[in-house]
């Protein structure tokens, strides 16, 4: 697969040079890992200086990056949003690789209602009730359970389990392995027991959610556990009952949510970061790496550390303590000094 140079202009917006519009891009790459007719991009300045090494034979920049002799510049506002547009020209994944068509080994209940081109991969089992739209494609092996919705244009991909009652909004893609809608972690103490409290509520998706292989996203006790439009989940998340998340938020892996916290929209949550129950997390809030979270997050407000605490702060924190090894050392003399002087004292009194 290869593309000319005016092309590839043409999609992401940048001025071609005449004299090598009809220069052929044969794939992406790295800057470093690039090969004679790859094409990569730059969107950090710290890359700027392989620029002069690569072997890439164009390179995305921002407008006014100097770039040698020997590389075509494309220059563009956002170089990072312009090469993702580059990568899905060259993209080759289709979900024809899922499944196409209704697999003979599927088992589909006579009461399931499929939509228009759906696509249904071996040993599939689609429940009763269960109603699928137009165009989404269900991967091998995948459940979905009573009383459950898929939209349209969705992609469930090998190893999904949906269960009973949940709804999935369009254009949603679930990764291999993420189950959605098992029982919260919900258990009632009694007599030096525990009882287990059921769990009636669903899980409700909204439309464009993408989420990572292995997360899942537990049931409701009662009401909904709700992941609103837009949102972007890695692999390996849990997020318990009753947990709702806003609209365009993005989750880095092995976040873990406790029961009945609301996220707002616009949060981004660094990777092992972890929320107790019952928070609040304003809209636009950041959540560093492992950060571990047991009060409210305010709108806007970036909290690192454990416990979190307002990110600036934190950073003090941080700084201070690496000093605490040389304050302890003259704590420790001061205490000599003051010994010795106490002792001195008392000897001529």
């Given at each position: 697969?290869?593309?000319?140079?005016?092309?590839?202009?043409?999609?992401?917006?940048?001025?071609?040079?005449?004299?090598v519009?009809?220069?052929e891009?044969?794939?992406?790459?790295?800057?470093?890992?690039?090969h004679?007719?790859?094409?990569?991009?730059?969107?950090?300045?710290?890359?700027?200086?392989h620029?002069?090494?690569?072997?890439?034979r164009?390179?995305?920049?921002a407008?006014?990056?100097?770039?040698?002799?020997?590389?075509i510049?494309?220059?563009?506002?956002?170089p990072?949003?312009?090469?993702v547009?580059?990568?899905?020209?060259?993209?080759?994944?289709?979900?024809?690789?899922?499944?196409?068509?209704?697999?003979?080994?599927?088992?589909?209940?006579?009461?399931?209602?499929?939509?228009?081109?759906?696509?249904?991969?071996?040993?599939?089992?689609?429940?009763?009730?269960?109603?699928?739209?137009?165009?989404?494609?269900?991967?091998?092996?995948?459940?979905?359970?009573?009383?459950?919705?898929?939209?349209?244009?969705?992609?469930?991909y090998?190893?999904?389990?949906?269960?009973?009652?949940?709804?999935?909004?369009?254009?949603?893609?679930?990764?291999?392995?993420?189950?959605?809608?098992?029982?919260?972690?919900?258990?009632?103490?009694?007599?030096?027991?525990?009882?287990?409290?059921?769990?009636?509520?669903?899980?409700?998706?909204?439309?464009?959610?993408?989420?990572?292989?292995?997360?899942?996203?537990?049931r409701?006790?009662?009401?909904?556990?709700?992941?609103?439009?837009?949102?972007?989940?890695?692999?390996?998340?849990?997020?318990?009952?009753?947990?709702?998340i806003?609209?365009?938020?993005?989750?880095?892996?092995?976040?873990?949510?406790?029961?009945s916290?609301?996220?707002?929209?616009?949060?981004?949550?660094?990777?092992?970061?972890?929320?107790a129950?019952?928070?609040?997390?304003?809209?636009?809030?950041?959540?560093?790496?492992q950060?571990?979270?047991?009060?409210?997050v305010?709108p806007?407000?970036?909290?690192?550390?454990?416990?979190a605490?307002?990110?600036?702060?934190?950073?003090?924190?941080?700084?201070?303590?690496?000093?605490?090894?040389?304050?302890?050392?003259?704590?420790k003399?001061?205490?000599?000094?003051?010994?010795?002087?106490?002792r001195?004292?008392?000897?001529?009194?």
């Open positions: 697969m290869s593309f000319t140079l005016d092309h590839i202009c043409s999609v992401i917006g940048a001025e071609c040079p005449r004299k519009k009809d220069v891009i044969n794939g992406v790459s790295s800057i470093q890992d690039a004679p007719d790859d094409i990569c991009f730059i969107s950090n300045p710290k890359y700027i200086k620029l002069e090494s690569t072997n890439a164009a390179v995305i920049v407008k006014g990056t100097p770039v040698p002799n020997t590389v510049p494309l220059e563009v506002d956002n990072y949003f312009a090469f547009e580059i990568l899905a020209l060259f993209n080759t994944r289709s979900a024809i690789n899922i499944a196409s068509g209704i697999h003979s080994r599927a088992f589909i209940n006579p009461d399931t209602v499929l939509g228009k081109d759906v696509s249904i991969g071996p040993f599939a089992v689609i429940g009763a009730g269960v109603k699928i739209g137009d165009d989404t494609v269900i991967g091998p092996c995948t459940v979905i359970l009573s009383g459950s919705s898929i939209g349209k244009d969705c992609t469930l090998p190893n999904v389990t949906i269960m009973d009652g949940c709804e999935i909004g369009d254009r949603v893609i679930l990764h291999a392995g993420v189950i959605i809608g098992s029982d919260g972690f919900g258990f009632a103490p009694h007599e030096g027991h525990y009882t287990k409290i059921p769990q009636i509520g669903c899980v409700r998706i909204e439309d464009d959610v993408e989420i990572g292989a292995g997360t899942c996203i537990d409701a006790a009662f009401g909904e556990t709700v992941i609103e439009k837009g949102t972007k989940l890695d692999n390996l998340i849990q997020i318990a009952h009753n947990v709702r806003g609209s365009d938020t993005v989750i880095a892996a092995q976040v873990g949510i406790s029961g916290t609301s996220i707002g929209s616009g949060v981004r949550m660094g990777g092992q970061a972890g929320l129950g019952h928070l609040t997390v304003g809209n636009g809030a950041s959540v560093g790496a950060a571990g979270v047991t009060k409210d305010t806007n407000e970036t909290v690192s550390g454990y416990p605490k307002n990110h600036m702060k934190a950073m003090r924190l941080e700084a201070a303590l690496r000093h605490l090894p040389e304050l302890m050392k003259k704590v003399n001061q205490e000599r000094t003051i010994e010795e002087l106490e001195i004292i008392k000897e001529r009194s």
